[in-house]
C-alpha cells in the first residue's frame, strides 16, 4: 500500500517540476546592425528582464567603442582619435583590454587585421554607402590610399598598463576596432547577463554569435550563411563552443564592373581581401572569434590552419571556388547541406 | 472468486484513475504546440497533401481514396472531411480538428490527418548571415 | 465452479450463452463506435465472459471468447479483416494475462472484469497502431483507461446480478 502511494506521489512530483521553458526572442539596432537576442526562460516577464539587460550593455559598449561620435562622460575611441599627436586618454578597462589584445594579435598571427588602417577603409565606405543610395560608385584612387597609409602603423599605439590610457603618436592616426569591437562586446554581455541567471540563449550581433547555455540539453544549432545566397544556410554546427564570428564577402561591398567589392581590406594591398568568400571562427573567446575571423578572411588555408595551431580556434573555410573546409576540431559537429 | 467489491478492487480503481488524468494532462501537456501549425494529410500512410493553418482563408483537397472519393477542406486554423464514402461517415462526424492530440482518421479509407507544428527557419536556432 | 451440470446440460448451456454473446457483440458492433476507430467497442459482451469464468472457469471462458468473437465476426461479414484482428488478438491477449491474475485469486469479480476490460483496451491500442505503422492512436488509452474500468464495473455489475438470479432459480428448483 506504502510502495503504491510513493509511487504515485513520484508521478505527481514528476509532472509538476518539468516546466519547460519557453523561447522568445526580441531585435535591436546596435553597433550600427540588428541584434538579436534568444532566450529560453520561464515567461515573458523573466525574458524582458533580460532583454533590457542585454539592450543596455548594448548601448554602452556601442558608445565605448565608438570612433565617430562622441558621447558625454564617455571616453571612447573618438576621444582617443581626437586626442591623437596630443595626449593619452584614459579609458575604461573593457577598452583598454581591447586595443592591447588587438596589438598582440596583431603582433603575433599574421599582421592583417590592423585597427589603425581606418583612413584606408574609410575611402571603401563612403563607396559602399554610394552603392547602398543607388549613387555612383568609383574605386578609391590607390595613389590617395598610399598617402592615407601612411599614417596606418600600429606603433602608432601607445600603451599604459598603469593608468589604463592609449596614445596615439601621429596626429593623423586614426583607430577604428570594428574589426574586433562586435565579437568582444557580444562575449561580454553575454558572460554578464549569464551571471544574471540565465541559463539558455542566444545573442546574434550581425555575425557575432555568442551562446548561452544549450537549448534542453542539446547544442544549439547555427546556420552559416551560403555566400552565393546568403538568405539560406548552407552548413550548419552543432555548437559546444561559446563564440561564432563569420566574415563574409556578402556583408557590406559595394559592386563596380561587375566586380564585389568587399568590406575587408587587406593592409598590404590596400584593396579588398580576395582569398574567400567566407570564413567562420569558432572558440570560446569572443574578441578572438572577431579578430581571427578579419584576419583569416584575407588568409589561405595553410596559413590558417597554423594561426588556428598557435592559437586555438576552430575554423570554417568557404574559399573564392566555393570549396568548404573544415578544421578537425569540429568535423563531426558540422552538417553540409 | 467473489462476488463482493472488496478493498482491492477499489484500490485499483483509485490507482487507474489517478493514472489516467495524469496521463491525460500530461499529453495535453506536452504536446499542444503554439504558433505555426500544418495538416498533413497521409493515404495509405504516405504524406499526399499539407495545409498551412497558419494562413488565413480557405483550401480544399480532393483525393481518390480506398472506399472512393475524399474530400478535405481547410478554413482558416482548422480543417475537417467533408466528404466520403463510408458505412457510418466516422470521418466526417469527427468535425473540425485544429490540434495535435485530434488527429481525423478515416481507417476505412486508409487516411489520416495529422496536425504538426512546424518551426520557420527549420532546424538552426540561429542564423548567421 | 458449480459443478451440478451433466455434461450435455453443460454444453447447452454454454451454446446458449455463446449465442447471448454473439447478439450482445453484433449489436455494440452496428450501433456506435465510441473512439472512432473501427474495432475498437466498449466490450459489452464481456458480460458473458465475465459470467462463463464465474460459472464454468477459465478454460470455458477461454473457448466461449474465441468461438464468440470469430462467429460474431463470420456473420457480420469482417471475418479475417481489420475489426477481426483487433479484437481477437485483444480477446487473445487479455485472456493469456488474466490467467495468472484470476488464479491469485485477490480481486472480485469487479477487479476482475475491470482488469480485463484494461487489458482488453491496452491491446486493443497496441494492435491498431502496428496495424497502421503510427504510434498516434497511443493518445487514445488514457480515455480508455477510464471508460475501461467504469464498464468493467458495470459489465461486473450485470454478471454478478445474472448470476444471483441463476443461483436463486437453482435453489428454487427451476433449473434442476
Given at each position: ?337 | ?129 | ?133 503510427n504510434y498516434i492512436f497511443i493518445y487514445y488509452f488514457p480515455y480508455l483507461m477510464i471508460s475501461g474500468i467504469i464498464t468493467g464495473y458495470l459489465v461486473a455489475l450485470c454478471a454478478k446480478y445474472v ?14
Amino acid at each position: 500500500m506504502k510502495k503504491i502511494i510513493s509511487i504515485l506521489l513520484l508521478l505527481i512530483l514528476i509532472t509538476g517540476c518539468s516546466s519547460k521553458n519557453e523561447k522568445f526572442d526580441d531585435s535591436f539596432l546596435s553597433f550600427d546592425t540588428y541584434i538579436e537576442f534568444t532566450a529560453y526562460t520561464k515567461d515573458k516577464e523573466t525574458f524582458d528582464k533580460y532583454d533590457k539587460i542585454v539592450q543596455d550593455k548594448f548601448t554602452y559598449y556601442d558608445q565605448l567603442f565608438d570612433a565617430y561620435n562622441n558621447y558625454k562622460n564617455v571616453n571612447n575611441v573618438k576621444t582617443i582619435n581626437d586626442n591623437a599627436g596630443k595626449k593619452a586618454v584614459v579609458v575604461d578597462q573593457d577598452l583598454y583590454y581591447l586595443i592591447k589584445e588587438s596589438v598582440n594579435y596583431y603582433h603575433n598571427a599574421d599582421k592583417k587585421n590592423n585597427i589603425m588602417l581606418s583612413p584606408v577603409i574609410n575611402q571603401y565606405k563612403i563607396q559602399q554607402n554610394n552603392y547602398e543610395n543607388n549613387k555612383p560608385v568609383t574605386n578609391p584612387s590607390m595613389s590617395y590610399l598610399k598617402e592615407l597609409n601612411k599614417c596606418t602603423s600600429m606603433s602608432n599605439i601607445q600603451l599604459n598598463d598603469k593608468d589604463h590610457s592609449i596614445y596615439l603618436k601621429e596626429k593623423c592616426a586614426q583607430m577604428d576596432v570594428g574589426s574586433v569591437a562586435k565579437g568582444y562586446a557580444t562575449d561580454l554581455i553575454a558572460e554578464y547577463v549569464k551571471k544574471q541567471g540565465l541559463s539558455s540563449g542566444i545573442i546574434n550581433a550581425g555575425g557575432n554569435v555568442s551562446l548561452i547555455g544549450s537549448k534542453n540539453n542539446k547544442p544549439f544549432v547555427i546556420g552559416i550563411a551560403n555566400p552565393d545566397d546568403p538568405n539560406t544556410y548552407i552548413l550548419t554546427i552543432d555548437s559546444e563552443n561559446t563564440n561564432i564570428v563569420t566574415s563574409g564577402d556578402y556583408q557590406r561591398y559595394y559592386m563596380i564592373n561587375g566586380k564585389r567589392m568587399n568590406h575587408i581590406i587587406d593592409p598590404d594591398t590596400l584593396l579588398p581581401a580576395d582569398v574567400n568568400r567566407s570564413v567562420t571562427i569558432i572558440t570560446d573567446d569572443g574578441l578572438k572569434a572577431d579578430y581571427f575571423s578579419t584576419e583569416c578572411f584575407m588568409l589561405d588555408k595553410e596559413k590558417i590552419a597554423k594561426l588556428a595551431k598557435k592559437f586555438n580556434f576552430e575554423y570554417i573555410i568557404i574559399d573564392k571556388n566555393e570549396k568548404i573546409t573544415i578544421s578537425d576540431g569540429i568535423k563531426d559537429e558540422v552538417k553540409i547541406k | 472468486m467473489k462476488l463482493k467489491l472488496n478493498k482491492l478492487d477499489i484500490l485499483l480503481t483509485i490507482i487507474i484513475s489517478i493514472l489516467g488524468i495524469i496521463l491525460i494532462f500530461l499529453s495535453f501537456k506536452y504536446t499542444h504546440i503554439s504558433g505555426d501549425k500544418v495538416a498533413e494529410v497521409y493515404y495509405k500512410n504516405k504524406l499526399v497533401y499539407t495545409f498551412d493553418l497558419s494562413s488565413k482563408g480557405n483550401d480544399s483537397f480532393e483525393i481518390q481514396a480506398a472506399n472512393g472519393p475524399v474530400k478535405i477542406i481547410k478554413e482558416d486554423d482548422h480543417v475537417r472531411v467533408v466528404e466520403e464514402n463510408s458505412k457510418r461517415h466516422l470521418c466526417s462526424l469527427q468535425g473540425w480538428s485544429d490540434e495535435t492530440l485530434a488527429p481525423i482518421v478515416c481507417l476505412p479509407n486508409e487516411l489520416y490527418i495529422k496536425i504538426e507544428g512546424v518551426d520557420k527557419n527549420d532546424d538552426v536556432d540561429v542564423f548567421i548571415k | 465452479m458449480i459443478n451440478h451440470f451433466t455434461s450435455i446440460k453443460k454444453l447447452v448451456f454454454l451454446a446458449l450463452f455463446l449465442s447471448i454473446a454473439i447478439i450482445v457483440n453484433i449489436v455494440e458492433n452496428i450501433s456506435f463506435s465510441v473512439f472512432i476507430i473501427p474495432g475498437i467497442k466498449l466490450g459489452l459482451a464481456n458480460i458473458v465472459t465475465v459470467f462463463i469464468l464465474y460459472y464454468f472457469g477459465y478454460k470455458e471462458m477461454f473457448l466461449i471468447n474465441v468461438l464468440r468473437v470469430f462467429l460474431a465476426n463470420l456473420i457480420i461479414g469482417t471475418l479475417f479483416s481489420t475489426p477481426f484482428i483487433i479484437a481477437m488478438g485483444s480477446c487473445l491477449g487479455s485472456m493469456i494475462l488474466m490467467y495468472p491474475i484470476i488464479k491469485v485469486n485477490k480481486f472480485s469479480i469487479f477487479g476482475i472484469s475491470m482488469i480485463q476490460a484494461l487489458l482488453f483496451n491496452f491491446f486493443q491500442i497496441i494492435i491498431v497502431c502496428w496495424l497502421y505503422q503510427n504510434y498516434i492512436f497511443i493518445y487514445y488509452f488514457p480515455y480508455l483507461m477510464i471508460s475501461g474500468i467504469i464498464t468493467g464495473y458495470l459489465v461486473a455489475l450485470c454478471a454478478k446480478y445474472v448470476i444471483l438470479i441463476l443461483n436463486k432459480n437453482y435453489l428454487k428448483g427451476e433449473m434442476g
